[in-house]
Structures are given as C-alpha cells and as structure tokens.
C-alpha cells in the first residue's frame, strides 16, 4: 500500500530555515509520479506549496512562496525536498506531501494523495 512519509518540521525563528522530506514507505518507489506540498493551517483548508515532476525538470510553486522556497528530488534516494528559507510566521502549518495525478501541476487537493500525517512546522519567535 502507498504511503509517504514525512519528515523535518520543526519550530524555527522568523527568518530561519527547515527543509522537509519525503519519502516513500514500504519500497514503493516515487520515480515514476509527480509529488506535491501541500500544507494545512488550523482552521484553514489545505493548500498548495509546490510540486515536482517525476523527472524533477518541472516544478510549480503557489504564490505565497515568492521564491523562498525550492523543490528538488533524488530519485535515487527515492525522496522528495522541499527546502524553505526566509520562514514567516505565516508559514506555521501542518506539511504533507503526496502523489500528484490529472492535472497535477494546479496543485489541487483532489489531484493528490493519498494523505499522511504530515510533519508540523511552527515558526515562532
């Protein structure tokens, strides 16, 4: 069964940095699917990040990222980045990551999944 695994939050200062990851639990292997970021404020929806083609050429980011953040992937490690910088409060979330389908690229929710525990990143003065 597919799952994917999160990891990487933390609580950081204003201005700090974290990078996530994800991987892919029990040999499922991610080469072959476009992977998002998505996160989840409480009493907000879930939103987009970014997300990565399978080939790691392609990338999309949401607008409020406004280019502090970067998605990568090593396929050979099976594991997708996301490496953020210049943290905001605003920024404080609950962050997931799944497969992408259809038209993943628009970085809709019901393009993706399925949806792990996410890893919490707070940031905090």
């Known amino acids: 069964q597919l799952q994917l695994v999160e990891s990487g939050g933390g609580l950081v200062q204003p201005g700090g940095s974290l990078r996530l990851s994800c991987a892919a639990a029990?040999?499922?292997?991610?080469?072959?699917?476009?992977i998002g970021w998505f996160r989840q404020a409480p009493g907000k929806e879930r939103e987009g990040v970014s997300c990565?083609?399978?080939?790691?050429?392609?990338?999309t980011y949401g607008d409020f990222v406004k280019g502090r953040f970067t998605i990568s992937r090593d396929n050979a490690k099976n594991t997708v980045y996301l490496q953020m910088n210049s943290l905001k409060p605003e920024d404080t979330a609950v962050y997931y990551c799944?497969?992408?389908?259809?038209?993943?690229?628009?970085?809709?929710?019901?393009?993706?999944?399925?949806w792990g525990q996410g890893t919490q990143v707070t940031v905090s003065s």
């Open positions: 029990s040999g499922f292997t991610l080469d072959y699917y476009p």
């Open positions: 799944a497969v992408g389908s259809g038209v993943w690229s628009h970085m809709k929710e019901r393009d993706f999944g399925p």
């Open positions: 990565i083609s399978s080939s790691g050429r392609s990338s």
